[in-house]
Structure formats: structure tokens, C-alpha cells
């Protein structure tokens, strides 16, 4: 007779949400004298050095496929290991037969492929995590170069698709040229990171590392965050390259090209604060500003373009958005910094100790003053031609830059104080 044991054990969700979600674990059912063993020894927690943690959502057709590799890596390595199922509501049976390949399962109610894994992660009990989709696009059989490089003190290890081979059909076209090249540039462009497929869903990496990057993101952009912010915190990565083979589900992916795209896309975006505000702010305020002095003295002729008060108004308006711009990248950096979104940047430091309260306050009052004197002047041309029709072409050389510079003025007063306000929880 068959006498079945099956564990059971709650976990934290660390994130969203204040204390975070709690996750159901389930382990796998033993027999005989193992669950007798397990019985004697269920307060004895177990201390794994690998956790190999596959999320899932309806993979029935290749889950047991998945462990079983993963399980005789494990025992091919003679590594002490355990196999963790991150459900996120499968239908199809997953669960069970996850639990009866010998995988844990963890039950993560929060949808989304970031949530699955954080959920997972939080019940890995291994030194080191192994993450890999549970579609059979990745071989759990070769783990030997993660286990190694994370034993050699990496605290990541990236899978690189590019560099060990895209099997045809395991990509689509628009994926392998198009989205994760660009995403990935966009990464090591803004992030100064070395990975080379940000995307790959096979990476392996320090357990406790990990945790202290606080992942929040539930979709797809998880895959960016941690890179992202393994970067931003210093921590030693490598790569692995790893084949991609044509997953084994016979149906449509989980991942939307356009959709995700985009989710990876606004995290990089949201993540750099200096390339979504400040770099485009200082550009915008640099053109607008030479445009509008260049055509301050009168009309000026390109080609047979000519250009006049119609463009200087759009030059005005350039600088004060751009202005406004370079205002919300250090509003963004220290909130973000402040609230422990974003590890401490010197890029910041230099700034701040550059912009003080008062120096703002200077600059604002002479900004305001400029502008009151334009308007002076505008106003002493009106009174000379007896508070009468006037020439727009004149008028308007003089009226611009005044209300361009009082509404800048104004702006550098407002953004000084409310950045101070922002710097007392960063002090």
C-alpha cells in the first residue's frame, strides 16, 4: 500500500503591497519510508543549494518534461536541489503533475510572469535560484555553467540566446531582430549594463543577492527589472550562452509583442530618469533657446523659408518645456532614490550639491526681473505710439522674452522650493 505525505507551508510574497501576498507551498508526495522520515524530521528545515523555480501557467504538455531534466541535471551534478513550480492558476492539471514529478508548488495568486516568480524565489530554500520558462524552450539538462559561475561568486549569471543559438522557429522574427535587440541596446544604453539578451528567461543568481533588489514588477518587464537594478546595485554578472529551441506547448505564447514590448520599454524608460527627462529637457531648452536668440533681431531667410515671430513663439515655448523637463528628472531622481526605487547615483549627488535653495531662489528672482524688464520695454514702445495699433513684428521681439523669462522665473522659484521639500526625507 502507498502512503502519501504531502507538506505544506506558507510564504511571503516580498513587494507589492506593503507586507506583500502570501504564497501556498505544496510539496511533492512521498512514499513509504519517506514519508515516515518526513514525519520525524518535519520541523528539520531542508537547506538546498539550488532551487530551480519554473513559472507556469497551463503547461501540462511539457511540465513533467521540464523537471525530469531538470531533476537528472541535478543528480548527473550530485548537487543537492529542489525543483519549485510557481502556478499562476493553471487549469489544466499542472499542479498535479508537478507534484508528481517531484517539484514543489507554489501557488501564486497575483497573475502575471513577475508575480509567479517573485512568488517562487520567495519559496526557493537553495543558495542559488535557476529561473527557466517551463515550455521546453530552455535545457534544464546543462546547468553546469550557471552552478558554476554562481559558485565562483557571481551573483547573477545571464543567459545569452545570441551567443549559444536561436533554433529556427523558437523566435519570431520581429522578437530576434527587432524587440530584443533594441530593448537590450536601449538597457546597456541607459544602464551602462554588460548583458547582452536582457530577455532571456534562464538566468541563475544568489538567493539572498536577489532579495535585496526588492522586485516589484508582475509582467513580462520582471526580466528587465532585475538586470536593470543588478546593474544600478553593483552586483558581479556574467553570462552563459544558452540554446533556444521551439517551446513544446502546440499553442499561442503567453508573451505579446507589442504589449510586453512596450511594458519592458516604459520600465527602462521609468528607471532613467536622466534619458525619460533630463537629456531630452537640456536638448529641447539648448534649440529653443539659440533658435529664439538667432531670431530676436528679425525675420531671418533660409532657402526660400523665411522664419519670424511664428517660430521664435515655438522656440520659447521649447525652452520652457524643456526647462520643465530637466525640473521632473531631479523631482523623479530624488523621490525615486528617497523611497529606495533607485540605489544612490553620484550623476545625482553632482547635480544636487550644484542646485541649492537659494541659488535657485537667485536665479529665479533674476529670471523674473528680465522679464519684468522686456516688459518695461514693451511697454514704453506701446506708450510711444500712444497706447495704439503696433507693428506685430516688433512688438513680439520684446513680448516673448518677457513672458518667456517671467514664466521661467517663476518655474526655477516654484521647482527650488519643491525639490527642497523632496531633499529633507532624502537628508
Not at 102 to 126: N, S
Not at 184 to 210: E, N, P
Not at 247 to 275: A, C, E, K, Q, V
Not at 340 to 358: F, H, K, N, T, Y
Request: glycine content about 12%; aromatic content about 8%; hydrophobic content about 45%.
Amino acid at each position: 500500500m502507498r502512503i502519501y505525505h504531502v507538506t505544506q507551508e506558507i510564504v511571503r510574497l516580498p513587494g507589492r503591497g506593503g507586507g506583500g501576498d502570501l504564497v501556498q507551498v505544496l510539496s511533492p508526495p512521498m512514499q513509504g519510508d519517506e514519508a515516515i522520515a518526513a514525519d520525524v524530521h518535519v520541523d528539520a528545515p531542508s537547506s538546498p543549494e539550488v532551487s530551480i523555480v519554473m513559472p507556469c501557467l497551463n503547461e501540462a504538455a511539457t511540465l513533467e518534461r521540464c523537471i525530469g531534466k531538470a531533476r537528472g541535471c541535478l543528480e548527473k551534478l550530485g548537487i543537492e536541489g529542489e525543483i519549485i513550480v510557481a502556478d499562476n492558476g493553471s487549469t489544466d492539471g499542472s499542479q498535479g503533475i508537478a507534484m508528481m514529478a517531484g517539484a514543489r508548488v507554489a501557488a501564486v495568486a497575483e497573475r502575471g510572469y513577475g508575480a509567479a516568480l517573485r512568488g517562487g524565489i520567495a519559496a526557493a530554500r537553495g543558495r542559488f535560484v535557476i529561473m527557466g520558462d517551463a515550455d521546453d524552450s530552455y535545457d534544464f539538462s546543462d546547468l553546469r555553467p550557471f552552478i558554476e559561475q554562481l559558485r565562483g561568486g557571481c551573483e547573477l549569471v545571464m543567459g545569452n540566446r545570441f551567443r549559444g543559438g536561436i533554433k529556427p522557429g523558437a523566435m519570431p522574427f520581429l522578437h530576434r531582430y527587432l524587440g530584443n535587440p533594441v530593448l537590450t541596446a536601449v538597457g546597456r544604453l541607459f544602464f551602462h549594463s554588460s548583458c547582452g539578451d536582457f530577455h532571456c528567461g534562464l538566468r541563475g543568481f544568489q538567493k539572498r543577492a536577489i532579495e535585496r533588489l526588492d522586485l516589484r514588477t508582475s509582467g513580462m518587464e520582471f526580466a528587465s527589472e532585475m538586470v536593470v537594478k543588478a546593474t544600478l546595485h553593483g552586483l558581479r554578472m556574467a553570462e552563459a550562452p544558452v540554446v533556444l529551441w521551439p517551446d513544446g506547448r502546440g499553442r499561442r505564447p503567453h508573451l505579446n509583442t507589442w504589449g510586453d514590448g512596450w511594458r519592458h520599454l516604459r520600465f527602462l524608460l521609468l528607471y532613467s530618469p536622466r534619458w525619460l527627462f533630463f537629456y531630452p529637457g537640456a536638448l529641447l531648452a539648448i534649440i529653443g533657446l539659440l533658435v529664439g536668440l538667432w531670431l530676436l533681431p528679425g525675420p531671418r531667410h533660409v532657402g526660400p523659408v523665411t522664419l519670424d515671430i511664428d517660430t521664435l513663439l515655438f522656440a520659447a515655448a521649447a525652452v520652457l518645456i524643456g526647462a520643465q523637463a530637466i525640473a521632473f528628472s531631479l523631482f523623479t531622481a530624488v523621490f525615486a532614490t528617497s523611497e529606495g526605487l533607485l540605489p544612490a547615483s553620484p550623476w545625482l549627488d553632482r547635480m544636487l550639491r550644484r542646485v541649492s535653495l537659494e541659488g535657485g531662489i537667485a536665479v529665479g528672482i533674476l529670471l523674473t526681473v528680465a522679464g519684468l524688464g522686456f516688459s518695461a520695454a514693451a511697454l514704453g514702445m506701446w506708450g510711444r505710439g500712444s497706447f495704439g495699433n503696433l507693428n506685430p513684428q516688433v512688438i513680439v521681439r520684446l513680448v516673448v522674452p518677457a513672458v518667456t523669462t517671467l514664466t521661467l522665473g517663476f518655474q526655477v522659484l516654484l521647482a527650488s522650493f519643491f525639490l527642497s521639500i523632496l531633499r529633507l526625507r532624502r537628508r
